[in-house]
T-cell receptor
Framework: RKEVEQDPGPFNVPEGATVAFNCTYSNSASQSFFWYRQDCRKEPKLLMSVYSSGNEDGRFTAQLNRASQYISLLIRDSKLSDSATYLCVVNVEASGGSARQLTFGSGTQLTVLP | GAGVSQSPSNKVTEKGKDVELRCDPISGHTALYWYRQRLGQGLEFLIYFQGNSAPDKSGLPSDRFSAERTGESVSTLTIQRTQQEDSAVYLC??????????????FGPGTRLTVL
């Protein structure tokens, strides 16, 4: 089982639609959670961190369910410019002073259609 | 300010040759990561440097891969005796000192490696 799993999509939605992505992680010791965005042939960039209480940034809402070990990203009123691959990212702090790297999901591809 | 830079942006090499990829992190960032991303795939962790601590090399796929970092500055990723399956985009990221929530990673534009 992959450490971080995402539905690869693609999700093709019309402008203005609401779309939701889910991500599951296997390590219950995971401590930090993020959504990154990667445009075609570009590097990933942080979209938002995911906090335990859930958080919102404009049209984007992120939620964390530790009991079920999943993270979600909701995009409301989608725009053409939202077309990208959305990467779910999980961080586990290792013991012994050697911090663990982020583990990236394979990403969910979103295309917003005019 | 300047972001993470990587060079070369593109590298085409013949199977069996050695290649060296360079990463210049954001000034002051203590953490540096190398990832590999094959076409249409997710990011695959390779190696992580944090300050003067021993690097986490757990992601290096074989002994043909090695990386070095001098202090908190430039890093080089070396691939010896390249194989066609090494073809990918190699991404470098840097991050400021680790905080309680983990820190955002800032990625460079990547080096696209093609092994013929």
């Amino acid at each position: 089982r992959k450490e971080v799993e995402q539905d690869p999509g693609p999700f093709n939605v019309p402008e203005g639609a609401t779309v939701a992505f889910n991500c599951t992680y296997s390590n219950s010791a995971s401590q930090s959670f993020f959504w990154y965005r990667q445009d075609c042939r570009k590097e990933p960039k942080l979209l938002m961190s995911v906090y335990s209480s859930g958080n919102e940034d404009g049209r984007f809402t992120a939620q964390l369910n530790r009991a079920s070990q999943y993270i979600s990203l909701l995009i409301r009123d989608s725009k053409l410019s939202d077309s990208a691959t959305y990467l779910c990212v999980v961080n586990v702090e290792a013991s012994g002073g050697s911090a663990r790297q982020l583990t990236f999901g394979s990403g969910t591809q979103l295309t917003v259609l005019p | 300010g300047a972001g993470v830079s990587q060079s070369p942006s593109n590298k085409v090499t013949e199977k069996g040759k050695d290649v060296e990829l360079r990463c210049d992190p954001i000034s002051g960032h203590t953490a540096l990561y190398w990832y590999r991303q094959r076409l249409g795939q997710g990011l695959e962790f390779l190696i992580y440097f944090q300050g003067n601590s021993a690097p986490d090399k757990s992601g290096l796929p074989s002994d043909r891969f090695s990386a070095e970092r001098t202090g908190e500055s430039v890093s080089t990723l070396t691939i010896q005796r390249t194989q066609q399956e090494d073809s990918a985009v190699y991404l470098c990221a840097s991050s400021p000192r680790r905080g309680s929530w983990g820190n955002e990673q800032f990625f460079g534009p990547g080096t696209r490696l093609t092994v013929l």
